[in-house]
């Protein structure tokens, strides 16, 4: 029997390689692509990228032609390189650095050898292309951006790196892909499909006819287009209105969760980086690491709240019920939480929830939280309830929006205070400062701009995106799926009438914002800044916040502006809200005195003292540049 088992397995073994190789070589001959290298060409088709629209179908974002010039390094002969650097206006040193670059990739792959030539450039150099033998043109397209605004939207094209190509094989030296914004984000949707064409070559190298008849040739697929929720009058507009100042506006339509309008400032033409100039208008971009326009303010930038969250403070507190509508707290001007500590306020008098928010009283607000931590039996079950709520509309965590940046802030726990106060100790006036929306409480733009659309649904929220439409394809579910807050529907409308006397009162805090026959609910804040260089502390001008949503009944958008350095909530973010808001209901401005004083407005000179406070500690340019600055959060002394 042994005898006849080790014969068998040698002829079992023999016909399965046999069979494997008639297959491989016969039946299926797509591998001799790459045995027949030498003798094959591969020519890639590479699709337009889909084309970019706004809500309204505004044309956004369309495509150039663009030439590269590849090279395969294997396959020079004999070039004149001298005639060829003055063809294409580059150095002797440029040549032989790319020639080195370019072997490095791959001796007998095509890759870059330089990119995006314009109709002129590739004019000139297509006359005498049979001149330098190894050389040839690869036509791409380019974006052509028709708006000036929303780069930080956008993101931007460009070339794939080493370790891009190693993770994905559908990527070659040269290919583009999208970065930042929803070129990122959407990439595999945008790119569409590239094309391949097997050439067949003779002994001279020349090419004689499509290989196997174009037996594996495949078509390219153009990338599909998108239609974004962005209303790009409204985005242009706010851009406008934040010249020479640095912050963001984040606009919401509450009922949906589409971003309206995302606004950072200082902000930069999408066009500069397209193009030859792409990687030198980067880098200066990159290396302004104090005005940061690379830097997208309404989704990565983290304040203090400020007075807005006084919202949150008062839904908790009615939720809890350690308060109603009618309970009321003697305002002297500030709070005293301690021996030697006194939180100020404007204020004086009753104040209850109506007027508290409308005159934006701290006194009501610290008491509001106290009881609301002080109703349960230790402070870190009560922190935990609290932070529950207030996560409860999106808050201290990352909204999960389709773009590829984001920052989550901070809703402080137990957790946080027990590594601060790890022998015990804090009670509720402890952190008092988190009823105002100071203390330990980090927010971005976005997530303010979401807890409005919280306010203003009654308490839900859909999960802020960019996309509207995907030509072809459908909206991830996650986008549709409605969000509940833990406050029962029937508090926020106390808190909804408080808001819209903000407006409407004589002594409401935005009561010289009020725009005729429109009914906006609002809420201004001023959150204290200080930044920290070298180990000292510098004070600056308070940041100004303002939050609203509009109409009072069915609203149609939720906003939140932060303008940097804006001294307090009605100076300038509340007039460029009000504003925006305007735009976007009435497609019209009644008031131009606002509007003439935001768009003429400026902040530069207090950019300036920050700018001359960095440089009098790093004198050095190389050192201003690696140098960071931290806002730190202290107690708020006055909040309007």
């Known amino acids: 029997m042994r005898k006849i088992i080790l014969p068998l397995i040698i002829i079992i073994t023999a016909i399965i390689l046999i069979a494997r190789i008639f297959y491989l070589q016969v039946i299926n001959d797509s591998l001799k692509l790459q045995s027949e290298n030498n003798a094959i060409k591969k020519v890639f088709d590479f699709p337009e990228r889909g084309y970019i629209y706004d809500r309204n179908g505004k044309l956004l974002v369309a495509n150039q032609p663009s030439y590269d010039i590849m090279v395969v390094p294997r396959e020079m002969k004999n070039i004149d390189t001298l005639d060829l650097c003055n063809l294409l206006n580059i150095t002797k040193e440029d040549f032989i650095k790319k020639i080195k670059k370019a072997i490095v990739y791959s001796p007998r792959l095509p890759s870059v050898f330089l990119s995006q030539l314009n109709k002129k450039e590739y004019a000139a150099f297509q006359e005498k292309e049979r001149k330098f033998e190894g050389f040839y043109t690869q036509k791409r397209a380019l974006r052509d951006y028709q708006v000036k605004e929303g780069a930080n939207i956008f993101g931007f094209i460009t070339q794939v790196n080493e370790g891009i190509i190693a993770k994905n094989p559908y990527y070659n030296s040269g290919d583009l892909i999208g970065r930042q914004g929803v070129e990122q984000e959407y990439e ?50 706010g851009t406008d209105l934040m010249i020479n100042k640095r912050g963001g506006i984040v606009a919401i339509e509450p009922k949906t969760g589409e971003i309206l309008a995302l606004v950072s400032a200082p902000t930069y033409d999408p066009a500069l980086l397209v ?19 690379l830097y997208d303010r309404g989704l990565l930038a983290q304040y203090p709240p400020g007075s807005p969250f006084k919202i949150i403070t008062g839904l908790i507190g009615l939720q809890e019920e350690v308060i109603d509508e009618e309970t009321g707290f003697v305002c002297h001007r500030g709070f005293s939480y301690g021996r030697g500590a006194f939180m100020k306020c404007h204020d004086a008098g009753i104040s209850k929830l109506n007027n508290g928010i409308y005159q934006s009283c701290n006194t009501y607000f610290a008491n509001v939280f106290k009881r609301s931590i002080d109703k349960y039996p230790n402070p870190s079950m009560s922190i935990d309830k609290w932070a529950e709520h207030v996560k409860s509309f999106g808050l201290g965590e990352f909204l999960g929006t389709d773009l590829p940046i984001g920052a989550k802030g901070l809703i402080p726990t137990s957790k946080t205070y027990q590594r601060a106060y790890p022998n015990g100790g804090w009670r509720s006036t402890t952190i008092i400062s988190n009823s105002i929306g100071q203390g330990e409480i980090l927010t971005t733009p976005l997530q303010l701009a979401n807890m409005m659309a919280v306010v203003a649904n009654k308490g839900y929220y859909y999960t802020p995106h960019i996309v509207k439409n995907i030509k072809g394809s459908e909206l991830d579910k996650k986008y549709t799926t409605k969000h509940e807050s833990t406050i029962d529907p029937k508090y926020f409308e106390p808190m909804i009438e408080g808001l819209a006397n903000v407006y409407n009162s004589p002594g409401g805090t935005a009561r010289t914002l009020k725009v005729k026959d429109m009914e906006i609910c609002g809420k201004t804040g ?31 958008i939720a906003i939140a502006v932060f303008v940097e350095n804006g001294y307090w909530g009605t100076r300038w973010a509340g007039p460029i809200a009000t504003l925006m808001v305007e735009k976007y209901i009435n497609k019209k401005i009644t008031r131009k005195d606002l509007e003439t004083r935001m768009l003429n407005g400026s902040l530069q000179d207090e950019y300036k003292k920050i700018e001359n406070i960095i440089r009098q500690r790093f004198p050095e340019p190389s050192k201003v540049e690696d140098s960071t600055t931290k806002t730190i959060a202290r107690k708020e002394e006055v909040v309007n």
């Not at 030859?276 to 326009?293: F, G, H, M, V």
């Open 188 to 237: 595999e949707i945008l790119r569409g499909v590239k094309g391949i064409k097997y050439l067949l070559r003779d002994k001279h190298n020349k090419i004689i006819g499509p290989y196997k008849n174009g037996k594996f040739d495949t078509i390219s697929q153009q990338g599909k287009d998108l239609t974004l929720t962005i209303d790009s009058e409204l985005q242009k507009y």
């Open 275 to 293: 193009g030859r100039q792409r990687s030198k208008n980067y880098t200066e971009l990159y290396y302004d690491s104090i005005a940061k326009p």
């Open 526 to 556: 001023t959150a204290e800044n200080k930044i920290r260089v070298a180990g000292k502390t510098y004070q600056l001008k308070d940041h100004s916040i303002f939050v609203a949503f509009a109409p009072k009944e069915n609203p149609t």
